[in-house]
Structure formats: structure tokens, C-alpha cells
């Protein structure tokens, strides 16, 4: 197998290849998803709420997806491992590069965050710098308590004018792919062939160039909330109860 590399995605686009993509935010994760064979994996600042118990992404610091990017990257061989700057770690350009830095030494081979047109002067000092960027368009978590909760994007004419110079922004200015969050499918697929990046849908349809989906959606892992695009592949959670119960009861009649 191949090491994956942001030229190695690009070079997708237009094909029949899909990108396979899932969060990690830890070493055996990371290291079960790379030997299974995802293409990449995403340091997301979901870890707020799926790792953490945080009500959304906005608490999330820096040192958190340091901390989380260290583990995963211990467990990666062949995927591109991308890290999310998090709220307000890039709200200039100087600052966007140098919390980049932070994610690359710390082992990642990318880092994203939210946003196009407003942010394109950091996306050009990211990937001017020579650090590989991953787009992030559509609903955007960081965002949640202004928006007052999650919304599909695209719905009108003129969101979906948006949404295509949002993605011409990332484009322009040197991202290798783009993560198109709850649009419209009809939308999105209208940036999936207007652009000549990879689009890696998540709540957007089948006709992106990939998919990417939270770790613990996908195998059951936080059945406390389960978003409406995410189809269950497991259920870990009900296999930890109960192997806990087993260990319970084991236990609790040794003593007895």
C-alpha cells in the first residue's frame, strides 16, 4: 500500500476512486481505521463533544487537537492524517500558520478549518507556507450558537451562489480537497463538478468525490445523538455495556 498524500487525493478527481474518510482522535483508532485501509482521517474538533462531553465544537482549544493529533499519529502508516484548526486559532493569517505548525509538528500531514471567501488570505498564508489544506464549506460547527443549531445549507438561490464562491475561494487559493457539510445534494453536486479539487461530502449526497463521517456515528459509539446523514455500521457502545455488566457480574459473584 501506498503512503496517501494530498497529491495522491487530488489526483481522484475526475475518477471512479472515492475517498474513504472517518475521524480519529486517538492511537488505537487511528491505527485500527489506517490497517483497515481509510484513505484519510480527520483530527476533527468534534473531539469537543464525542471525546470531551462538550455541547458543541466551540470550546475546543488548540492544546486539545494537539494533544489528540500526537495519539492519532502514532497510529498512522498510509493514511493523510489532517488536523482542524479550531475556534479562533486562525482568525489572522500569521496565527493560522503558526497553529499550522503546531498541528504539522505534532504529526499531521494537513490541517482544515471553516470557511472560504472570509478566510482566504489565511488559506493562502497556510498553503503559501507549504502545509497542505483541507476546505471546509457549508454547515459549519463553529458556528452553531450564532446560526442557534445546524442547518442544510443551499436552500436558496442565493446560498447556493455562496456556496459555489465559497468553494472557488478554497479552490483559488491552494486547497488540495473540500469537506461540503449538510448542503443540499443538488448543490453539492453542482460544486463537486465546477471545481478541480475533490469534494468529500458529509450530509450532502452521494455525488461528491468522497465521503467523510464521524468515527463514532459510524460504529455506534455515542448513542446519546446520532445526526440524521450518519447510517450505523455497529454498536459499540452496547458491546461495551455489555462486556461492563459481564465484568460486573463476574466480579460481583467472586465476591459473593
Not at 472515492?18 to 468534534?46: C, H
Not at 469537543?48 to 470550546?59: A, E, F, K, N, Q
Not at 478549518?113 to 483541507?134: H, M, V, W, Y
Request: hydrophobic share 40%; net charge neutral; aromatic share 6%.
Amino acid at each position: 500500500m501506498n503512503k496517501i498524500t494530498p497529491d495522491i487525493i487530488r489526483s481522484w478527481k475526475g475518477t471512479r476512486r472515492r475517498i474513504a474518510a472517518l475521524t480519529a482522535y486517538d492511537f488505537p483508532t487511528a491505527r485500527l481505521l489506517d490497517e483497515a485501509g481509510i484513505d484519510l482521517l480527520l483530527v476533527g474538533d468534534s473531539l469537543g463533544m464525542t471525546v470531551l462531553g462538550y455541547p458543541d465544537t466551540t470550546r475546543v482549544q488548540m492544546q486539545d487537537v494537539i494533544h489528540h493529533t500526537r495519539g492519532a499519529a502514532r497510529g498512522v502508516s498510509w493514511a493523510l492524517l489532517t488536523a482542524d484548526l479550531p475556534i479562533h486559532s486562525y482568525d489572522c493569517p500569521d496565527l493560522a500558520v503558526r497553529n499550522s505548525r503546531y498541528l504539522i509538528d505534532a504529526g499531521a500531514h494537513a490541517v482544515k478549518l471553516e470557511g472560504g471567501q472570509a478566510c482566504s488570505a489565511q488559506i493562502r498564508a497556510i498553503t503559501q507556507a507549504g502545509i497542505p489544506f483541507l476546505g471546509h464549506i457549508g454547515m459549519l460547527p463553529q458556528h452553531v450558537l450564532e446560526e442557534g443549531g445546524y442547518r442544510t445549507k443551499g436552500r436558496t438561490a442565493k446560498e447556493r451562489s455562496f456556496l459555489l464562491d465559497e468553494a472557488r475561494a478554497v479552490e483559488e487559493n491552494g486547497g488540495f480537497a473540500l469537506v461540503l457539510e449538510l448542503i443540499v445534494p443538488s448543490v453539492a453536486a453542482e460544486i463537486t463538478r465546477s471545481i478541480s479539487i475533490p469534494t468529500i461530502g458529509i450530509g450532502s449526497g452521494t455525488e461528491c468525490d468522497g465521503q467523510i463521517l464521524v468515527f463514532h456515528d459510524l460504529v455506534g459509539y455515542f448513542p446519546w445523538f446520532k445526526p440524521k446523514h450518519a447510517q450505523s455500521e455497529g454498536n459499540v457502545a452496547e458491546e461495551i455495556r455489555k462486556a461492563a455488566r459481564a465484568y460486573i457480574d463476574r466480579t460481583r459473584g467472586d465476591v459473593a
